[in-house]
């Protein structure tokens, strides 16, 4: 059996997963980054959409100047009033009633950076919540592409098992590549890796490796492919045939 890990490396399901997964966790990185600047911005558009206040702030100026010139205006105008205590009475009064728009507008204005505020705060929840569903979808999408990975993997290693398990048991002479004969390990590993179906061997060209593998659940093979690692004899055989 030649085992195609591009079946499970490659599989479609799998490569739609992955993409989902990118894709989904590069969303939640931008909806994140811009989530920082919305309130700022947010705020600027709304402000913009008022022209920053101009209409209020100016009336704001002009009776803030009316308020302070009151009492100088108030004292010309009852100049002819000679009892003093009676003149900075109606001064005060005049002075009460120039605040009064001053104090309007102030008011007003308060009202309505409160209700941009709002705006702001009403957007930016909004935005969070947006935020934190591209989250929930990025990590939906990353465990889905795990499961598969893993599912895939499984699949993989059984199938590698399953494969050093039947040569091991051709190798002990159990199963012949043709079901019966051809049970010297020279032959078997020839057939197993594709090198024919010859039985003669020659003598190898590369040094026999002097190194001793530990892990029988791997195949073990010279840099120059022309030695195996035979974990019956516990020795290296040569794999090179006429």
Known sequence: MD????????????????GE??????????????????????????MGKLNY????IEQQNKALAEYISAPSAAREKYQD????????????QERAQAYEPYANLTDILGQRMGTISDIVGAGTAGWQSQVQGAQGAAELA??????????????MDAAVKEEEARLARQQEGRLGSDGGEGTDLASLLKKALGLGDGESTVTPTEPMPEGTPTRPDVFWQSPGGQWAWDFETKQWVPVVFD
């Open 3 to 18: 085992i195609n890990f591009q079946q499970y490396l490659k599989d479609p399901e799998l490569t739609r997963l992955e």
């Open 81 to 92: 009033v000679w009892n003093p205590f009676q003149r900075e009475k109606l001064v005060t």
């Open 142 to 155: 990353s465990g889905l592409y795990s499961n598969k990975f893993s599912y895939m993997k499984a699949l």
């Open 53 to 56: 206040n101009r209409d209020l």
């Open 21 to 46: 997964a990118t894709g989904a966790a590069q969303k939640a990185t931008q909806y994140a980054s811009a989530s920082s600047t919305l309130p700022f911005k947010l705020r600027e558009a709304v």
